[in-house]
């Protein structure tokens, strides 16, 4: 039986291979990017190749085995000018896609533009529905005093009911970041708790809840209503039948929301360039990048040094359906000495490491200091 880092490096070398491998394809594609989070003190920059037609052949949300990874790229630096730099490399091996779609990050939007720009070039930009839904709604509601004390109500609810006969009804966790990416949840445990509260006798008159109970039965409203509208895109992608039953569903939001305002404007912008792009449905929708981000996170977090280095190679090897000669010649051509060149020209060294590289041995710094203060130093 082989040893477990004997397959780790076959792994790696798969994903090397892989990577090697990519090149221009007939069929038109759409390109996913997106930052990784911040593990130690780098990024990596994940490129994904999903066919147009990808949405149309699965009939639901994309799955890693829809998607080739085209491009990884680890730095410390991550700017406008080092994203255009990355996506010329990329883009020069993997061909021109159809489209891009990536979230509403500052840096990845400079980049892409910066890159248009040098290669005089156009490309559809998609923005990610998830993340523009995020942002309609943190800017509705977080400023708001009702928000603040619904968001307290719950934090204390949790620590009250926790490991208790009660411990059913405890609020689901508030992230600290991108909390609004998942907040029908809470908007839903807010519904659950006022149908709870409704019985007479359950509930003091004038309670923080009761004098909340229009502005909760308005925000569960609205982001249960959001929620309904990305199920149906992400499922389904967006074409003249999807538009129709969004706009018919956001019908059920005010008029005067916010949310409901920035949800129409990116479907009039998003509809025009489906029309333009394709007869199929239109990729609107990052979250796959999300999950093997998160299939990533999960093996990381068994090793003893969070920070990123070769490891990353297990992305590529983590998309894509790839047929036992595809492995095989993937294997044949990245050698563990591959690996090694790979690592040595691709993952910056961190700088607390380049640091102590520059220092001199602790030795030969310590005779330095004797030898100045006591004269020569005598080896007999």
């Not at 809840?209 to 229009?214: T, V």
Request: hydrophobic share 45%; aromatic share 4%.
């Amino acid at each position: 039986m082989p040893h477990f880092t004997s397959v780790i490096n076959w792994s790696l070398r798969i994903g090397l291979g892989l990577l090697q491998q990519v090149a221009p394809i007939d069929v038109p594609w759409m390109a996913i990017i997106d930052h990784s989070i911040d593990v130690g003190t780098k990024k990596a920059l994940v490129v994904l190749r999903v066919p147009l037609a990808a949405l149309a052949l699965r009939g639901a949300a994309l799955r890693l085995e829809d998607c080739q990874c085209i491009g990884l790229v680890v730095a410390e630096t991550v700017n406008a000018k080092t994203v255009a730099q990355q996506l010329k490399a990329i883009f020069a091996r993997a061909g021109l896609p159809s489209a891009i779609t990536k979230d509403s990050d500052a840096t990845l939007n400079k980049g892409v533009r910066l890159w248009m720009d040098q290669a005089q070039t156009t490309v559809a930009l998609t923005e990610d529905l998830g993340h523009v839904m995020a942002s309609a709604l943190k800017a509705q509601f977080e400023p708001t005093e009702h928000y603040k004390r619904f968001t307290t109500l719950a934090t204390k609810a949790a620590k009250a009911l926790r490991q208790t006969d009660l411990a059913f009804l405890v609020p689901p966790k508030l992230r600290s970041k991108g909390r609004f990416l998942s907040v029908a949840k809470l908007a839903r445990w807010g519904e659950k708790m006022l149908e709870v509260m409704a019985v007479k006798g359950r509930a003091k008159k004038g309670s923080t809840l009761a004098r909340l109970r229009a502005f909760i039965t308005a925000f569960a409203t609205t982001a249960v209503t959001v929620s309904q509208l990305m199920e149906i895109l992400k499922n389904k992608g967006l074409d003249p039948h999807t538009e129709a039953q969004c706009r018919q569903l956001a019908e059920h939001l005010p008029a005067d929301s916010r949310v409901k305002q920035r949800f129409c404007l990116w479907l009039d912008h998003h509809s025009a360039i489906q029309r333009h792009l394709t007869d199929l449905p239109l990729i609107v929708s990052s979250d796959i990048l999300e999950s093997l981000f998160g299939h990533f996170k999960y093996i990381l977090e068994r090793s003893p040094q969070a920070d990123m280095n070769r490891t990353t190679l297990l992305l590529p090897a983590l998309c894509g359906n790839p047929d036992q000669a595809t492995l095989a010649n993937a294997l044949a051509n990245a050698s563990h000495g591959d690996l090694v060149a790979w690592e040595t020209a691709q993952i910056p060294i961190p700088s607390a490491r380049k640091g102590q590289h520059s220092l001199p041995p602790i030795k030969a710094k310590k005779r330095e200091i004797l030898r100045s203060n006591n004269g020569p130093i005598s080896t007999s």
